[in-house]
């Protein structure tokens, strides 16, 4: 037995796919195609967040540096200010690796279930749901060569 794929809920070998406590062997498996579920808004405003979070401190920073040069204040009061502006989009820049890193993430996992169905015994029936966009690849890969190399009678 050769396997394709193997993590703690799915596993594919050149007889079955096994998903949670169900197998279905390979054998039985009709037709095999993949859809895009529905897109989850929570990712996307998460997206959202992500990039206000990164625009803020800068945006701080220059509204900072605006306000000194329009006051008419003492040079001491002047340089106070802009460098705290300066300060401020300075500190942006380590959030802004974590936050770049979150965001980077949240693309890898993909902003839609994706689903692996198949016909067994003439009914569709859906083996796999994730939004994880690398793991579904290779389930789906992993499933292909499974298929591709299984004899069919």
Same mark, same amino acid.
Request: hydrophobic share 50%; aromatic share 8%.
């Given at each position: ?13 050149s ?10 062997? !390979? @054998? ?6 993949? $859809? ?8 996307v405003?998460g *997206? ?5 979070a ?5 945006? @701080? @920073? ?5 306000? /000194?040069? *329009? ?19 300075? /500190? ?7 936050l770049?890193?979150? !965001? ?7 902003? $839609? ?15 796999? *749901? ?10 789906? *890969?992993?499933?292909?060569? /499974? ?7």
């Amino acid at each position: 037995m050769i396997t394709y794929y193997n993590d703690r809920a799915v596993q594919v070998t050149s007889q079955a796919i096994r998903v949670a406590d169900r197998s279905y062997p !390979l @054998a039985t498996l009709s037709r095999v195609w993949h $859809r895009r579920g529905e897109r989850s808004w929570g990712t996307v405003a998460g *997206r959202g967040a992500i990039g206000v979070a990164l625009i803020v401190p800068l945006v @701080a @920073a220059g509204l900072g540096i605006a306000l /000194a040069l *329009r006051l008419h204040t003492t040079m001491t009061m002047t340089v106070l200010i802009v460098g705290c502006s300066v300060l401020v989009g300075l /500190a942006a820049a380590p959030l802004a690796d974590f936050l770049l890193g979150r !965001l980077d993430m949240s693309y890898s996992k993909g902003a $839609r279930a994706l689903e692996i169905w198949a016909e067994v015994g003439g009914r569709p029936t859906l083996l796999v *749901r994730t939004a994880d966009a690398l793991k579904f690849g290779q389930i789906y *890969r992993a499933l292909q060569r /499974a298929l591709e190399a299984a004899p069919r009678y």
